[in-house]
Antibody
Framework: VQLVESGGGLEQPGGSLRLSCAAS????????MSWVRQAPGKGLEWVST????????YHADSVKGRFTISRDDSRNTLYLQMNSLRAEDTAVYFC?????????????WGQGTLVTVSS | QSALTQPRSVSGSPGQSVTISCTGT?????????VSWYQQHAGEAPKLMIY???KRPSGVPDRFSGSKSGNTASLTISGLQAEDEADYYC??????????FGGGTRLTV
């Protein structure tokens, strides 16, 4: 199982970024996927989850209306569209796979991509 | 909603046992048997150690165990080893929220 995030970088407040997570080594379409972030020196914060098949989307209140999770099973890729970025969105963003049959137990993680929101 | 409450740090000697607590409310920890624990070494991604309160993923040593009483979940590590030194995070399903992490506990061995 391998998860590789990309798309992070420096963005100004109010700007947009799209994160990607390329998956390999498993049947991507059969698993729920999530994004979890970690601000520098801080703890983990769940951001978003998408069900296997993409029919159900869940977002934390802190990002609701600004971030959108999506997936392309034909490309084995998970996305996070991040709009109206704020300084408090600065964090390492991890993509994570849910245990088979579970949305919220994350058994595989990528190494993360750093998003910095600053002017 | 506030994060689940964990002690900031715990410590133990090699071979000893330590327990890390995770306190929530009846809306999260106390309301569901969906508590998980993650280990994170510095500069690395988290690793799932316990899920559904007591279950261990394959490959996790049986020195790691989980339990819950009321609104408080616990992770116990027995036979402490140097490589157990890491940050530990609890996580609970919280219904409408729907997922909350604890603030993290630094374990020093």
């Amino acid at each position: 199982v391998q998860l590789v995030e990309s798309g992070g970088g420096l963005e100004q407040p109010g700007g947009s970024l799209r994160l990607s997570c390329a998956a390999s080594g498993f049947t991507f379409g059969s698993y729920a996927m999530s994004w979890v972030r970690q601000a520098p020196g801080k703890g983990l914060e769940w951001v978003s989850t998408i069900s296997d098949g993409g029919g159900y989307l869940y977002h934390a209140d802190s990002v609701k209306g600004r971030f959108t999770i999506s997936r392309d099973d034909s490309r084995n890729t998970l996305y996070l569209q991040m709009n109206s970025l704020r300084a408090e969105d600065t964090a390492v963003y991890f993509c994570a796979r849910g245990l088979r049959g579970s949305y919220y137990n994350f058994d595989s993680w990528g190494q993360g991509t750093l998003v910095t929101v600053s002017s | 909603q506030s994060a689940l409450t964990q002690p900031r740090s715990v410590s133990g000697s090699p071979g000893q046992s330590v327990t890390i607590s995770c306190t929530g409310t009846s809306s999260d920890v106390g309301g569901y048997n969906y508590v998980s624990w993650y280990q994170q070494h510095a500069g690395e991604a988290p690793k799932l150690m316990i899920y559904d309160v007591t279950k261990r993923p394959s490959g996790v040593p049986d020195r790691f165990s989980g339990s819950k009483s009321g609104n408080t979940a616990s992770l116990t590590i027995s036979g402490l080893q140097a490589e157990d030194e890491a940050d530990y995070y609890c996580c609970s399903y919280a219904g409408r929220s729907p997922l909350m992490f604890g603030g993290g506990t630094r374990l020093t061995v």
